[in-house]
């Protein structure tokens, strides 16, 4: 069983959607989760950083993470064609490299 | 502004000719760690470097060699480059043990075939 788990997509809806995107990890002792976008050709760059439960507003996105059910979720509001990349849920790992714990990542397209 | 910079961007190189990809970050970081990534299989770590001459193996070492003789720098070294070793390689820096709560910042990626 992977760590991290999130589901390929590809995702496509029409411009001003909200849009969800999910993932769920395996690991109970995870604190720390990031969702990152990564447009094509281009490094991750970090979006919303949450610590333990509960929820993070930032603009547009909301980060929801549930840690009874191991569940993190990303919801976009007002999706917006510059949003079409592929985000990436992570965590940090519980080893002390600080490696970074990846999904697959969950490409969205979103379409005027 | 602050950056993380790789080099080569591109890159199509041959079985067994040695190659480095350099690594550059102007945030005086003192984390920074190599990920590939694949299809399939996402980012998974290289190699780490907790700070000047402290390195360490990350989940996928194998075929590859890093130094951190500087904190700005920290190059990826491919001594005898096979063609499990195509993929896109990032660059990664954070102020200090990522764990503490600190960004990540990515670099833009170096795509890396070996024929």
């Known amino acids: 069983q992977k760590e991290v788990e999130q589901d390929p997509g590809p995702l496509s809806v029409p411009e001003g959607a909200i849009v969800s995107l999910n993932c769920t990890y395996s690991?109970?002792?995870?604190?720390?989760f990031m969702w990152y976008r990564q447009y094509s050709r281009k490094g991750p760059e970090l979006l919303m950083y949450?610590?333990?439960?509960g929820n993070k507003e930032d603009g547009r996105f909301t980060a929801q993470v549930d840690k009874s059910s191991k569940y993190i979720s990303l919801f976009i509001r007002d999706s917006q064609p510059s949003d079409s990349a592929t985000y990436l849920c992570?965590?940090?790992?519980?080893?002390?490299?600080?490696?970074?714990?990846f999904g697959q990542g969950t490409t969205l397209q979103v379409k005027p | 502004e602050a950056q993380v910079t790789q080099n080569p961007r591109y890159l199509i190189t041959v079985t067994g000719k040695k190659l480095t990809v350099t690594c550059s970050q102007n945030?005086?970081?003192?984390?920074m760690s190599w990920y590939r990534q694949d299809p399939g299989l996402g980012l998974r770590q290289i190699y780490y470097?907790?700070?000047?001459?402290?390195?360490d193996k990350g989940d996928v070492p194998e075929g590859y060699k890093v130094s951190r003789k500087e904190k700005r720098n920290f190059p990826l070294i491919l001594e005898s480059p096979s063609p499990n070793q195509t993929s896109l390689y990032f660059c990664?820096?954070?102020?200090?043990?990522?764990?503490?709560?600190?960004?990540?910042?990515f670099g833009e990626g170096s795509w890396l075939t070996v024929v």
């Open positions: 990664a820096s954070s102020l200090s043990h990522p764990s503490s709560g600190n960004t990540i910042y």
């Open positions: 690991n109970s002792a995870f604190q720390y």
């Open positions: 949450t610590y333990s439960s």
């Open positions: 992570a965590t940090h790992g519980s080893s002390n490299t600080g490696k970074l714990i």
């Open positions: 945030m005086n970081h003192e984390y």
């Open positions: 470097s907790m700070n000047v001459e402290v390195t």
